[in-house]
């Protein structure tokens, strides 16, 4: 892929992780512990436990794609970025459109 057409997906990348950085800011609330001296039924804790474990795994997808996307700028800026990590063939804007942080190219991720 060429570089100018490569760099048509850096502002998609950014955005993204903008948004990603939004909403980590607005899961503090909803992934900080829970004390234990707060009066709360034995359920209501469980469950607020259980609303815990849900943001975090939240957060650790969002932390993980975010990392996709800083590798994916990454490969913008060595001019390797739309390369299929497999076969070093392209991979067609159609599927970066639709996951910009993708490293292999569909034949590939579906002889895998």
Known sequence: MEQTAQETFRPVIR???DEIEAELKGMAESTA??????SIGRLSRLDSMQM???ALAGKRRLEEERARLHEAEHRINTGS?????RCHQDIVPERL????????CVPCLQRK
């Open 15 to 17: 955005k993204r992780l």
């Open 52 to 54: 815990q474990q849900m």
């Open 97 to 104: 459109d639709y996951q910009p942080d993708a490293v292999t």
């Open 81 to 85: 970025y739309g390369r299929c990590l």
């Open 33 to 38: 512990a829970i004390s234990p001296d707060v």
